[in-house]
């Protein structure tokens, strides 16, 4: 049975979501879970984050034997065999086709800034600015909505060999204490919402203009490719 699960997780604990030889990654913990009630089976996520990454709604599928028809049970017992730090929030009965990955249509991240000082409490799930121009940033993230080749804000070094990425809706706004920039999209490259973010915080510090990011969307000019720390970034949600 081809069975879709909805997971969050801690992504300071782990080094990132896809399975390695260290076994102290976000799908490894998976898998010890299953099989501790005796579930052989491979995990399919929706996509991969990186060390320090969080999710509030990471997706992935798998198949589990036919009798496990009381979701509900299931999930409590795999919350009670997984750490704290990775939680099962839904679990539903999917076609037998359905693949969490090349199925999904749009994938939203967040990265959240705050500028009040950072305590022993949120220090792995939010980062630090100074100051925000909100009037700067809300005007510049707009200049990523459409199609463009993101080569030049993707990590050096990752084999994607297509680099064109269409970036349906982007957001920034204010919640209570909390800066959000908002990415909603098809895929993204490795690092490339971090390196977004940290191109229109030089923006809001006054440091690069929205002149400059065009000149880098447009491939012209190479000008930052400092990455926003990971610690702010969450994968919030998979649309199907």
């Not at 099989?35 to 060390?51: A, M, Q, V, W, Y």
């Not at 190479?222 to 919030?236: K, M, T």
Request: with cysteine; hydrophobic share 35%.
């Amino acid at each position: 049975m081809n069975v879709k699960f909805v997971i969050s997780y801690d992504g300071s604990l782990y080094k990132g979501s896809q399975k390695q030889p260290n076994k102290q990654t976000i799908e490894d913990k998976l898998l010890q879970s299953f099989k501790r009630i005796n579930i052989e089976t491979k995990i399919i996520l929706s996509g991969r984050t990186d060390k320090d990454v969080h999710a509030s709604g990471q997706v992935f599928n798998c198949q589990i034997p036919d009798f496990w028809t009381n979701f509900s049970k299931l999930k409590d017992t795999l919350n009670q065999q997984l750490p704290l730090s990775i939680r099962i929030h839904n679990i539903k009965k999917v076609k037998d086709d359905f693949h969490s990955r090349f199925h999904a249509k749009k994938r939203v991240y967040r990265y959240f800034i705050t500028t009040k000082d950072i305590t022993a409490f949120n220090n792995k799930f939010i980062t630090q600015a100074k100051n925000i121009d909100e009037v700067k940033i809300k005007e510049a993230i707009k200049e990523f909505i459409g199609v463009h080749d993101f080569e030049y804000f993707h990590k050096q070094g990752s084999d994607k060999e297509i680099t064109v990425r269409e970036i349906y809706d982007t957001r920034f706004y204010k919640y209570k204490d909390i800066y959000v920039f908002k990415f909603t999209a098809n895929s993204y490259l490795r690092s490339q919402i971090r390196l977004m973010v940290g191109f229109l915080l030089k923006i809001s510090e006054g440091k690069l203009e929205i002149k400059d990011l065009k000149a880098q969307l447009a491939k012209e000019k190479n000008i930052h490719r400092l990455p926003a720390l990971a610690n702010g970034l969450y994968l919030a949600k998979v649309i199907y």
